[in-house]
């Protein structure tokens, strides 16, 4: 099953068949990029707690692909909260495999981000 963000209208073939690839090592596999900055943990103060290294970092994307039966258990048997269907699997105890996503592949959240989108199309033609 792929499991894709309507906020990330950017993605492409590739993407997808790169998932579906990845996805036949565990089941479960996520596009992900590594992050370019620096990742800080701060307190409830704004108080720097750990600098996290960057080299283990990456930023998730999607899409999210699972086995049926995978993504279907975990939606069956994990009642905490999560940020995504990935976080759902990993709950369950299954391994995601994290294939290369694409920069491109942004996510629509502010209207900085329409601008960027309308340039990244502009340059596809």
């Known amino acids: 099953m792929v499991i894709h963000d309507g906020a990330r209208p950017l993605v492409d073939k590739k993407l997808i068949n790169d998932g ?5 090592e565990t089941g479960a596999a996520i596009a992900a990029v590594p992050v370019k ?3 800080k943990e701060v307190s409830g103060e704004n108080i720097v707690t750990l ?17 049926y039966d995978i993504i279907t258990a ?24 994290v294939y290369m996503g694409n920069y ?10 329409l601008v ?3 340039c990244l199309l502009e340059k596809r033609g």
């Not at 600098?51 to 086995?67: D, E, G, H, S, Y």
């Not at 491109?104 to 981000?113: E, Q, R």
């Open 20 to 24: 579906l690839a990845a996805a036949q």
């Open 51 to 67: 600098t996290l290294p960057r080299r283990q970092l990456w930023a998730v994307q999607t899409p999210q692909i699972f086995r």
């Open 74 to 97: 975990a939606h069956r048997d994990v009642f905490e909260d999560v940020t995504d269907d990935a976080a759902l699997v990993e709950k369950s105890g299954h391994r995601v495999k």
């Open 37 to 39: 900055d620096t990742i």
């Open 116 to 118: 960027l989108a309308e």
């Open 104 to 113: 491109d592949n942004i996510k629509i959240t502010t209207p900085g981000d």
